[in-house]
């Protein structure tokens, strides 16, 4: 069964148990999660990532199937679903299983696609394209922030926030909160505050996801991306970043190499390293060889270019590319 974005309000979870949301408006898509969903689950919500699941399926069959003393429905998030877990899709549905709410979250989707298909032919599934905010949607929603809150705006300040928000209803939401905040006590904002206020859209898990990747700390990398829905313009950030990086990792590796000295290499190391992240770079290069980073540049340079040429798949192609290098092991 298909139905508008619009109309997810008339979803009803006592009688409406499996969902597919798929598209590009990622805020919109995690607004919807969060306030129909897991405020409904404080406690038993379960968010994986699809690979996690295609690699352990009996591990998520048993979380599935089980029942503790204390749980009444569970709701399951899968992140990133693709065509590739169909099949599992109709064991749980064929399972019939009591209560339970399982949401999957794709990106784009293809007419043609398996798992699409399968949702909005389903008498007992429900299939919810999200489509891209424009411009006059999220200037509507800002009016209707600015009159329920008695702040004074012009349309200037309006249309820079709507820039500002880079077409993600997620981003402008962490706007409008700094500026709720901001105007507590003041009742007003200027431009020039606003300027100050505001950032330009960007994720700041970024670093850290790349830093957990590189530390081979595959539980906190897999739990940033599950908690993250990243755009393709962040894809591209990420996988910029996972290069920086690593080009970092292999000239401090080659410094060890030649004074034996983690501590002291890193400390001196230019640009300085903050101190702060002084920890998780030691585990870094102690997880990595010099030949193996380099491979790993390499690999980085592939997947870029793949992502390029893939837009469509970009958050699955780096998503399976960054688990599998918290994955390996390197010698």
Not at 110 to 121: A, D, H, N
Request: proline residues 2%; hydrophobic residues 35%; charged residues 30%.
């Amino acid at each position: 069964m298909i139905i508008k974005s619009f109309e997810i309000s008339k979803i009803n979870l006592k009688k409406n148990f499996f969902f597919l949301f798929y598209g590009v408006n990622e805020g919109l898509k995690k607004q919807t999660i969060l306030e129909k969903f897991k405020k409904n689950f404080p406690d038993n919500c379960y968010t994986y990532d699809e690979n996690e699941i295609l690699k352990g399926k009996e591990d998520f069959f048993n979380n599935v199937l089980t029942r503790s003393f204390f749980e009444k429905e569970k709701l399951i998030i899968i992140n990133r679903a693709t065509d590739k877990i169909k099949d599992l899709i109709e064991e749980v549905l064929e399972k019939k299983i009591i209560d339970l709410i399982l949401v999957l979250n794709s990106g784009m989707l293809e007419k043609k696609s398996k798992i699409r298909s399968l949702f909005e032919k389903g008498k007992e599934t429900i299939c919810v394209p999200f489509y891209e905010d424009n411009n006059q949607t999220l200037s509507s929603i800002i009016s209707s922030f600015f009159r329920n809150n008695s702040i004074p705006v012009s349309q200037q300040t309006i249309n820079l926030i709507v820039q500002r928000c880079r077409g993600d209803r997620l981003n402008l939401q962490n706007e409008l909160d700094k500026i709720k905040s901001f105007t507590k006590n003041k009742g007003k904002i200027e431009i020039e505050d606003l300027l100050k206020l505001t950032n330009l859209a960007e994720n700041f898990s970024v670093s850290e996801l790349i830093d957990s990747c590189l530390a081979k700390n595959k539980k906190k990398t897999i739990n940033i991306l599950n908690e993250n829905n990243y755009s393709l313009d962040d894809c591209i950030l990420i996988i910029r970043t996972f290069l920086i990086k690593s080009k970092r990792l292999l000239k401090l590796s080659e410094n060890i190499n030649n004074q034996n000295n983690i501590d002291e290499v890193v400390s001196s190391f230019k640009p300085p390293i903050f101190w702060k992240d002084k920890e998780i770079v030691k585990q870094q290069i102690k997880s990595w060889s010099n030949g193996n980073i380099g491979d790993l540049i390499f690999k980085i340079n592939e997947t870029e270019l793949l992502i390029k040429k893939n837009s469509h798949n970009s958050i699955n192609i780096l998503s399976d590319f960054i688990i599998e290098q918290s994955t390996i092991t390197n010698n």
